[in-house]
């Protein structure tokens, strides 16, 4: 674009417009792996996504798809990065502003879950979306003990170790993790009940 067309009184009209969508991945640990919310249109399996609406915010965009296209609701997703690749989609000049949210299992329907590294032949660039969400969550997990609270207010060393291991995506070092997790927790009086076995000490965060 020519300099004299780009001042404060070239009409808006003026400018090439793109259209903005939205695209959101839903992460959470089911049976031991990290899954993702996949939702399926007639170009194929996606991430619930949608085109932002004329006076409608990127939040309320985000929070509509969820709850139009996957039947979740009640989730605060953050935004991840902006996919603006003029090439993205085949239909035409669409920018993603990506969204990323982790929550507990319990949170979204079991039956929108597929572990995150089965979800090939997405469509788009989700694919791409999809592992930078998720090297974002390992990240935030190498930091911290439980960023996302995905177990409950309390839990046991093990339990925290298997939800990193399954965040990871590998086996972790026992002796590693807890020299690595104890700081950010506090120690109760209490232990799990029902184990058989001597019964495992349990934690909170600090």
């Excluded at 619930?48 to 004329?54: A, D, I, L, Q, S």
């Excluded at 991840?80 to 990506?98: Q, T």
Aim: glycine share 6%.
């Amino acid at each position: 674009m020519s300099d004299h067309r780009d001042s404060p009184v070239t009409p808006l009209a003026d400018y090439p417009h793109p259209s903005v969508a939205v695209d959101t991945a839903v992460l959470t640990v089911q049976v031991n792996a990290l899954c993702v919310v996949l939702v399926q249109n007639e170009r194929g399996w996606r991430l619930p996504g949608t085109f932002v609406h004329e006076g409608e915010t990127l939040a309320d965009a985000v929070l509509r798809s969820l709850r139009d296209k996957a039947g979740i609701e009640g989730l605060r997703p953050r935004q991840l990065h902006v996919f603006d690749a003029p090439d993205r989609d085949d239909r035409g000049w669409v920018i993603s502003v990506a969204h990323l949210v982790v929550v507990p299992a319990a949170s979204v329907p079991a039956g929108a879950l597929t572990p995150w590294d089965a979800a090939h032949g997405l469509v788009y660039d989700h694919e791409q979306i999809l592992r930078l969400a998720v090297n974002t969550v390992r990240a935030e997990y190498a930091a911290a003990a439980d960023p996302a609270r995905l177990l409950g207010p309390e839990f046991t060393l093990l339990e925290l170790l298997r939800l990193h291991e399954s965040v990871a995506g590998e086996r972790l070092g026992k002796d590693t993790f807890r020299r690595r997790v104890l700081p950010d927790l506090v120690e109760t009086d209490a232990y799990q009940p029902g184990k058989v076995g001597k019964p495992a000490k349990l934690f909170r965060h600090r």
